[in-house]
């Protein structure tokens, strides 16, 4: 498993889902999510520089409902394997929805004619032994394949032909039957559990209870489901690249035009390089494709700017490459986290350089400032946000925090004419072409494509100068970011070798052509 392994180089009876039911985070309708992106991978009209892979066809909507259900379980299967977090959770409906609305009639209706059958006389019991018979499919659901003695207790207990003659004779007792049941839900529950399953016995009313009792069952359904997508994730890991790309692959072949925003994404990327390397080619060496002044290009090169433009995408403007769609808010939220970063580590560097050595070895004080800079930056990519202001009141804050700490070790104060110099700065990393943001935001990136380049070596890049005050929440995201990469170079990678390959002999062509002219 080694060798499918995105995280290099980083750093019995009873109770047997224990640690299922301690969480409960999931997929916010994936459904939607997918459809979404779908729609965002269609095809624009402007493609007139684009190498085409094949022409389109028309596609009926049985084929595009069955590539919409592949998507989704690709999806899912990604989802669970890539989100250590993935929890599955009941269905919210939206209050005063139509759905829900109907949901209440339908279930109200139910128990009032369950309480009805029991309050005649002689009660009733078809609609109690139809819940009794759920109940006992629900418990035995639970059960391992070891839990044998739990199983001829359930089956023995809730025997619903023997509970029907009872019935009929007028012997059926309700209430022992739900004791039971308690017990047996307290045995087989979660320990997050267990307080609900109190609250069961000190139900005395038999609607009520069975309403209860059914509303936890639920809830242990939904623990036992995630219990088992725990257990399986290690298994999941080494069949989903494979999965995946089968997935990706049957898709691919319904819609051949699925891999035309991977080659304008690897296209720009290699674009990008060549214009680098022409900028930043000082000599060139007779004889070798240098004396053009453009450098050969590799896929791996090609790869890494490529996976490092992901965390500047436009969004809004700007289709997100197919082979990316899945993990496209992560990286979304990759690039938001990176954009705060870069502000927190252009006002740490003014201010240390403001303050000089006096306060910059000293413990505690620039967690303090990044916390303060953290709490008043919180939201700062909402359309409401108002980035002068908060950098104002960042300003203020830092200044008196500068000045205390000074004050406590001995030092002298800021002057009145140190302290608007220092707010001016730090209101300055407000604009975009701020050289200290482009600084910040440069080494970061450096980073980054280190960590990519050394995310198959035991080593790890060192933290460029001005970072170490960012350093921790850097490393956090390059984790991250390292992760994701790898993982879809895992997946895609023999679609990205036939992309670059086609882009790399174009550029090596039109460098024979330009040396030959020359």
Known sequence: MSSQDPDKPHTSEGKSNDSAGTRGDSLDNPDQSIRKRIRQST????????????????????????????????????????NGDFRIKPTELPEGSLEKKVREIVHKAFWDCLEAQLNEDPPTYDHSIKLLGEVKETLLSFLLPGHSRLRNQIT?????????????????????????????????????????????KDIHEIVPLFRAIFSVLDLMKMDMANFAVSSIRPHLMQQSVEYERKKFQEILEKQPN????????????????????????????????????????????????????????????????????MDQSRFQEMQLELEQLILIGAVLLVTFNAAGTALSGLPGFADKIKTIIKVL??????????????????????CAEVNSCLSQHGFTPFT??????LKGQIQAVANPDNTICKLIDSRIQTFLESYLVSSHQKFLPAIPGGLGPIQKELEEIAVKYVRLVNYNKMVFSPYYDTVLSKILDKEESQLLGKSEKS
């Open 156 to 200: 023995e207990v809730l025997d619903l032909d023997l509970i029907k003659q009872e019935a009929e004779n007028g012997a059926l007792d309700i209430s022992k039957l739900a004791s039971f049941i308690i017990q047996m839900m307290g045995t087989l529950c979660a320990p997050a559990r267990d307080e609900e399953i109190k609250k069961l």
């Open 416 to 421: 009145t004419e140190k302290e608007t110099v």
């Open 258 to 325: 699925s891999l035309d925003f991977v080659t304008d994404w690897l296209q720009e990327a290699s674009d990008d390089l060549t214009k680098l390397r022409r900028i930043n080619l000082s000599s060139p060496f007779d004889g070798g494709p240098a004396a053009s002044g453009i450098p050969v290009l590799c896929p791996v090169s090609v790869q890494n700017r490529a996976y490092l433009k992901l965390l500047k995408w436009d969004h809004v403007h700007q289709p997100f490459p197919e082979t990316m769609l």
């Open 43 to 82: 095809p624009s009209p402007n493609r007139d520089n684009m190498p085409k892979s094949s022409p389109p066809r028309f596609v009926s909507a049985e084929e595009l409902m069955e590539t919409a259900k592949g998507v989704t379980n690709m999806a899912l299967a990604h989802e669970i394997v890539v």
């Open 377 to 398: 930056l919180a939201g700062m990519h909402l359309p409401s946000f108002n980035l002068g202001d908060a950098l104002a009141t960042i300003g203020e804050k830092v």
